[in-house]
């Protein structure tokens, strides 16, 4: 049954201060993502009874506060004179969104599941991403049990997740009370030129995770599952790896297989794993730790079905993440970033490319060590934050719980045929 919300107030919010005046020039990290707002809800149960819970008016005057460092935020999607993507900078404000829901957040968030409904129901949507388009977009939803959901929608193509919970959480500590130097005490940098492609532009290595030669799989019809991962079963996976493995690198090997059993995939065929990296550390010289734009880069780690299955599990297939992920360093990135450019010129990138991922792949994305749990606007950190809607099949988050001691979620979209035996696969092994 669909929630019925009721919206009572929508008001655009403008940065408290006077802010910079000008077009944003974007990267192609920027121009190549999604033109699309990435949309999260956060669930705040209700409190012990207490006055002016999420008071619309204190998280206003925090959002117009925090939206002078972060200004972009305030903008609209634009073009310069040659055409090219850019945000314009002239403080229009954010979209201010407070609402009431005729559910209870048990009835959700006890056992949540991403869903077209949830977006729908708690963030904001415009539309259309393309210009011109709003920046950004938050709805506060009162419950009627007394909790809240704060939905929230950052345009792709102005910062990636690590930028996106570095405005939150400077939010919700000006909301608390801070000051802005105590919230933000590293303000975020917007400046993408250290990002700009090389003249002339040379793609020194193959990007087929960019290539429309590989992004030809069919849109399919998925459904979204959510599986816990133990601090046992986490243990017991890490402890079949070489020393020093990550969580993601773990974790993700076991997706891996569980897609490669469930789908029947044949032993000598091609399988691949599409990987995020956090570039902002791997270019020379590095970017700045708050850099607030799109600094993720995306990778194809390929390798025969039969090895996922036959391989030392998962200790071979977490080694060949772990040896792709390393080589990523400032001559590949510079690589990509050229031949993003030389692809947009040429107008053969892909719009959409998680609804076009091949049958035979996995995209699994970490946001394991983000501080996306550190959102306390003064009543408490969330007891949830989550993709409020997956993007397509085959796609997987990897995610802490609020408290580490209670292991790893992950939400996989796959399509209904396949669950049964990757679910028997994934606690089973």
């Known amino acids: 049954m669909e929630t019925k919300v009721e919206v009572q107030e929508s008001t655009l919010v403008a940065p408290s201060e006077q802010t910079p005046r000008l077009g944003l020039w974007l990267s192609n990290f920027d121009v190549t993502a999604a033109r699309t707002h990435t949309a999260l809800v956060y669930y705040y149960p209700a409190p012990a009874p207490t006055t002016g819970f999420f008071s619309p008016d204190r998280l206003r005057a925090a959002l117009a506060k925090a939206l002078v460092p972060f200004y972009p935020l305030a903008g609209r999607l634009g073009r310069d004179e040659g055409g090219r993507l850019q945000v314009d900078c002239h403080g229009e404000g954010a979209l201010f969104v407070v609402a009431t829901a005729d559910c209870a957040g048990e009835d959700i968030f006890t056992n949540y599941v991403p869903s077209p409904e949830v977006r729908r129901a708690f963030v904001p949507v415009v539309p259309s991403g393309e210009p011109p388009c709003i920046m950004s977009m938050f709805q506060v939803t009162f419950l009627k049990c007394g909790g809240v959901v704060l939905g929230t929608a950052i345009h792709h193509a102005l910062m990636d997740g690590i930028a996106a919970f570095h405005f939150i959480q400077t939010w919700s500590g000006l909301a608390r009370g801070l000051a802005l130097s105590e919230a933000c005490p590293s303000p975020p940098s917007h400046d993408r030129t250290p990002l700009r492609g090389r003249s002339p532009p040379h793609a020194d290595f193959d990007h087929l995770a960019y290539s429309s030669e590989y992004l030809t799989g069919p849109p399919r019809p998925s459904n979204t599952f959510v599986y816990s991962v133990s601090p046992k079963l986490l243990a017991d996976l890490k402890s079949r790896c070489a020393p020093g493995v990550s969580t993601y690198g773990a974790v993700t090997a076991h997706l891996w297989r569980c897609m490669c059993v469930a789908r029947g995939l044949a032993p000598g065929s091609d399988t691949r794993l599409r990987v995020t990296v956090n570039v902002r550390h791997r270019l020379q010289p590095p970017l ?142």
């Not at 708050?290 to 036959?310: C, E, P, Q, W």
């Open 288 to 429: 700045p730790r708050h850099f607030s734009g799109n600094a993720i880069l995306r990778d194809l780690v390929t390798v025969k079905v039969a090895d996922v299955l036959a391989q030392p599990y998962p200790g071979y297939v977490a080694d060949t993440v772990r040896k792709s992920l390393d080589g990523v360093n400032d001559a590949h990135v510079r690589s990509v970033i050229d031949y993003l450019g030389l692809e947009s010129e040429k107008g053969t990138l892909q719009a959409a490319p998680w609804q076009l991922l091949p049958k035979s792949d996995l995209w699994v994305t970490g946001w394991l060590g983000l501080p996306m749990y550190d959102a306390d606007f003064g009543w408490g950190a969330p007891r949830l934050v989550a993709p409020a809607l997956m993007f397509g099949t085959g796609m997987a988050y990897v995610m802490q719980r609020p408290d580490r001691d209670d292991g790893i979620v992950v939400f996989v979209a796959l399509e209904p045929e396949y669950v049964k035996c990757f679910e028997d696969v994934f606690y089973n092994q």
